[in-house]
């Protein structure tokens, strides 16, 4: 697609239940990236993707949290048994390749799904 | 580890003012810099970045901003902000062979007319 789609936008849950946030990153990018922002602070890592490889999980807050992307394009974000804190919004960002993607390759991030437990 | 601090959550300036933009980094290594923009109900996007070709960087809409080892430094700055430059802007860095980009808190900027 033309950019980086993250769906839903806004998600209102209850506590306990698990939710799943989608990424559809730009056609062909290699590199995808999963950041969680608080209100008030900048976006903080949870993980990233080469291809459908997992390189670095260590940003995922506990066991609760897992991501996948197992055909190399889409990716799913998902929190069991939510908890209030769990409340963020969650970023998506994908750069072209994986060589330093930070370094040499812009990323580019999505709008955000808005993430609510109550 | 990486970090960067950003100086002052709300800076508020006047239209056709300077615009300055504070931060500091703190790195192990000679780090990769970058500031982000988030304006509202967009994502965050590319200002500009340091890779250690040249430490005064050019970025979009009229920003730059200079590295400065001495003093730890990655400061934004424009000339004469306009209305459409209020936003949120991040300083990030990296190190060399390290993937994950680490953000600042942001500092939100105001343009008074």
């Known amino acids: 697609g033309a950019g980086v789609s993250q769906s839903p936008r806004y998600k209102v849950t209850k506590r306990g239940q698990d939710v799943a946030l989608r990424c559809d990153p730009i056609?062909?990018?290699?590199?995808l990236y999963w950041y969680r922002q608080a209100l008030g602070q900048g976006p903080e890592f949870l993980t990233y993707?080469?291809?459908?490889?997992?390189?670095?999980k260590s940003g995922l807050p506990n066991d609760r949290f897992s991501a996948e992307r197992p055909e190399g394009s889409i990716s799913t974000l998902t929190i069991q048994r939510t908890e209030q804190r769990d409340s963020a919004m969650y970023r998506c960002?994908?750069?072209?390749?994986?060589?330093?993607?930070?370094?040499?390759?812009?990323?580019?991030f999505g709008e955000g799904s808005w993430l609510t437990v109550v | 580890a990486q970090s960067v601090t950003q100086l002052g959550s709300h800076v508020s300036v006047s239209e056709g003012a300077l615009v300055l933009l504070r931060c500091n980094y703190s790195?192990?290594?000679?780090?990769?810099l970058f500031w982000y923009v988030q304006y509202p109900n967009q994502g965050l996007q590319l200002l500009l970045k340091?890779?250690?070709?040249?430490?005064l960087v050019k970025g979009i809409n009229g920003f730059e901003a200079e590295f400065k080892k001495s003093e730890t430094s990655f400061h934004l700055t424009k000339p004469s902000a306009h209305m459409s430059d209020a936003a949120e802007y991040f300083c990030?860095?990296?190190?060399?062979?390290?993937?994950?980009?680490?953000f600042g808190k942001g500092t939100r900027l105001h343009i008074l007319p």
């Open positions: 960002a994908s750069s072209l390749a994986s060589d330093r993607p930070g370094v040499g390759n812009t990323i580019y």
């Open positions: 056609s062909g990018h290699v590199s």
């Open positions: 993707f080469n291809y459908e490889a997992q390189q670095d």
């Open positions: 790195s192990s290594v000679p780090p990769y």
């Open positions: 340091y890779t250690s070709a040249a430490t």
């Open positions: 990030a860095v990296t190190k060399n062979r390290d993937d994950k980009i680490i």
